[in-house]
Each structure stands twice: as structure tokens, then as C-alpha cells.
């Protein structure tokens, strides 16, 4: 039996007069990769970063793995991960010595080497934060979420601006991470990311949610409407052609 780790109820955020969200609820069950998805400015990162403790809501009720977030934020920031934000990265250190130092933040020890491979890192190493391709950006902002061995991890947009073999990258890692435990509530505004990656998603727009389901049974439900995609002429697409011709693997980026 899965279990609800995550629970939103009518929650509202108001930025002065303007209502970003508008009373939302949602759960996540404990093991799965549960996406908001939505246009830009639908409220998806302000109902993120609320869940994570880093913005304060308007009204409504927020529980992870039983902590209410009003009373026991401190509990809540234990067991989740966040994405730190890239001004911590401080220029002058290498990817170990980041590690290290985050660790020490977070007051646990862990072996940078093993974290770095974990996110297929470990040749840069040595390497400066700066000096990364932005598909190896993600996969280390990534491994710095993972740093307090979290029970739920936070990932904003995680594949804005990769190309398509680092987004097929970040997904395989995002699901080794579930293959591990961890439960993942994810922000996109992909349809594709949505539709391989996660178990549940909420469609979110204007600050509401307007559909949650699986992507399966969601498009089960529009196809029983009648709907009927226009047929594809072809079987393959230029994404298709990109992929097969450059590899799937990770490249020496
Ligand atoms: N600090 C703020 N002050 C005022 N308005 C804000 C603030 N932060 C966000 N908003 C507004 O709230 C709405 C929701 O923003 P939010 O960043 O949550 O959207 P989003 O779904 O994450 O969009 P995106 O994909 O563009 O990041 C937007 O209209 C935005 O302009």
C-alpha cells in the first residue's frame, strides 16, 4: 500500500492583490514521481518552494511525512531535497570541495567521489562549478539535493535549456533516484518529460489544478471523448533522427 507523504490542501498564495495560487490540493504518495505541470507563471514554483519551506503561504494546509509545515518546518527541511541555488556555488572551489562544503552545511558525511559517479561526474571532479556544460549543471545541482540522503526531493525545471540527449540523461537519473526510494515532485512545462517520467501529474494553470491523473488514464480519458490526434505520416521524427545519429549515451561534453 503506498502511502501519502505529501499533502496540499487549499492552498492559497497572494502576491499583494494578485492571487498566484488559488487554492490548491494535491498528494503525493510516498515512491513516486509526481509532477506539477503547467505554462510559464501557472504557480507551479510558488507551490514548490512553499512545500519546501522557502516561501511563506496565504492560507491552507501542508503536511510532509506527517510534519505540518507551519509547526514543524525544521522536521520538514530534514528529510527533503532541495536545489540549491546556483549563487552558492561558490567559483573558486572544484565539485569535491562543494560537496564537502555542503555536507558540512548539512552536517552529515559523505563520500564526494561516490556522489559525483552517482551523477556521472566523477571526470569532473576537479573541475569548477562554471566549467560545466549545463547538462552536467543539472546533474550536479541534482546530486546536491541528495546530499542529506533526503526521503523526498524538489526539482524546479530541471531540463529547461538541455538538449535532447541531456534531458534523456536527467530522466534516467531521476528515475534511478525514485529506483532508490526517494520520492520526486518535479516542475515542468514539457508534455514529453510529463508523459515518460512521471507517475501522476497535476496540470496546473492560472493557479489551479485542472486535471490530475496518471499521463496513461489522462489520455485514455481524452481519447474515449472522440478525440483523434491527426494521423502521423511518419513513424520517426527529427528528434528520432538527432538521437540516433549522436547517441543516447552521455558524451565527453
Ligand atoms: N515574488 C513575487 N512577487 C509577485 N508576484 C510573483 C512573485 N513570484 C511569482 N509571482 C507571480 O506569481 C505567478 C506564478 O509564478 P510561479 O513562478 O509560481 O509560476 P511557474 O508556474 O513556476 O512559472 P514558470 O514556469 O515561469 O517558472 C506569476 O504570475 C508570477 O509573476
Redesign the pocket.
Known amino acids: 500500500m503506498s502511502q501519502v507523504i505529501i499533502s496540499v490542501r487549499n492552498l492559497v498564495k497572494k ?1 499583494g492583490q ?1 492571487e ?1 495560487v488559488k487554492g490548491i490540493s494535491f498528494d503525493v504518495q510516498e515512491g513516486e514521481i509526481f509532477g506539477l505541470l ?1 505554462p ?7 507551490t514548490l518552494e512553499i512545500i519546501e519551506t522557502l516561501r511563506e503561504k496565504t492560507s491552507g494546509e501542508v503536511t510532509v511525512n506527517g510534519f505540518n509545515l507551519d509547526t514543524d518546518p525544521n522536521e520538514i527541511k530534514k528529510i527533503i531535497g532541495v536545489q540549491l541555488q546556483t549563487s552558492g556555488f561558490y567559483p573558486g572551489l572544484n565539485l569535491l570541495e562543494l560537496v564537502d562544503l555542503f555536507a558540512g552545511l548539512y552536517n552529515r558525511s559523505v563520500d564526494p567521489r561516490e556522489l559525483l559517479k552517482s551523477v556521472n561526474l566523477e571526470d569532473k571532479a576537479k573541475n569548477k562549478y562554471k566549467e560545466l556544460s549545463g547538462g552536467q549543471k543539472q546533474r550536479f545541482s541534482i546530486a546536491t539535493t541528495l546530499i542529506n540522503q533526503p526521503k523526498i526531493i524538489f526539482l524546479d ?1 530541471p531540463t529547461t535549456g538541455l538538449d535532447p540527449q541531456a534531458r534523456r540523461n536527467l530522466w534516467d537519473l531521476v528515475k534511478h533516484i525514485r529506483a532508490q526510494g526517494t520520492t520526486v515532485i518535479i ?1 515542468t ?1 514539457y508534455m514529453d518529460e510529463a508523459e515518460v517520467l512521471c507517475d501522476r501529474i497535476a496540470i496546473i494553470d492560472s493557479g489551479k489544478i485542472i486535471a490530475m491523473d496518471t499521463p496513461d488514464k489522462m489520455i485514455d480519458a481524452l481519447v474515449a471523448t472522440g478525440f483523434e490526434r491527426p494521423k502521423e505520416v511518419k513513424k520517426a521524427n527529427l528528434e528520432d533522427v538527432f538521437i540516433n545519429l549522436t547517441g543516447h549515451a552521455l558524451r565527453g561534453e
Open positions: 502576491y494578485f498566484a503547467g510559464n507563471g501557472a504557480g507551479k514554483s510558488t525545471e516542475t512545462h
